[in-house]
């Protein structure tokens, strides 16, 4: 079973319990996980999901297609180096994620 570490702005941490093949964004939104939004559902309409990937997780998940990279310079928060939208990240069995939360989704 997949584990998501999910840091907030000023520091606090909720580790949750996720599903293989679901989101970093669905498991955040079904659990109430404040600051991700998700406001498209997960289509890539928009960057209310916006996270910042530990690096220990980068190659853990494929690289930043152009519709993400598109959609990721509309985020409210500055994008960074390891910035993802969540509803890109999909989760594989015995995976530990670790994400940060921006200041600002919409």
Do not use: W
């Not at 964004?25 to 960057?47: D, E, F, K, P, W």
């Not at 890109?88 to 670790?98: A, C, K, N, S, T």
């Amino acid at each position: 079973m997949p584990k998501i570490f999910y840091t907030q702005p000023d520091g606090r941490q909720t580790a949750l319990e996720a599903t293989a093949g679901d989101s970093v964004m669905q498991t955040a939104v079904r659990n109430g996980v404040s600051g991700i939004v998700g406001q498209c559902g997960g289509s890539l309409s928009c960057a209310t999901c916006h996270v910042f990937l530990a690096e220990e997780n980068t190659d853990d998940f494929p690289p930043v297609g152009d519709d993400e990279d598109e959609m990721l310079d509309c985020a409210a928060t500055e994008r960074q180096d390891n910035s993802r939208l969540s509803c890109q990240l999909i989760l594989r069995e015995g995976q530990e994620v670790h994400v940060t939360i921006p200041e600002a989704q919409l």
